[in-house]
């Protein structure tokens, strides 16, 4: 465990609220705002078989640069798990084509 990691008794600790997201997205980008701040985003998965996923978080635009809090590009059928970031929107976009998209956030 890293410094500052908490140990739950009994197992992990219980999320009052859940947003859970399955949708296409193309070329434009799609802003969804989850109404309350999440403590991780249990998994984000690019369903798309050919199109790559650009994806950035709250004001961030996705036609930002990659880096310290910059854009996330996953490729065709990647999946992202347990990401413990604080947000309450989360953005889309993808460069070509369309495809679906999903995620949950706690």
Do not use: H, W
């Amino acid at each position: 465990m890293a410094v500052g990691d908490k140990f739950y008794l009994g197992g992990q600790k219980a999320f009052q609220n859940y947003f859970s997201y399955n949708s296409s997205v193309g070329t434009t980008e799609v802003n969804v705002q989850l109404n309350f701040t999440t403590s991780c985003i249990k998994f984000i998965s690019n369903d798309d078989e050919t199109n790559d996923l650009i994806i950035s978080f709250g004001t961030v635009s996705t036609t930002a640069s990659a880096g310290l809090n910059g854009v996330i590009t996953l490729k065709p059928g990647e999946v992202i798990n347990e990401l413990n970031i604080a947000i309450s929107r989360i953005n889309f976009k993808r460069t070509t084509g369309s495809g679906k998209v999903r995620f949950l956030g706690v």
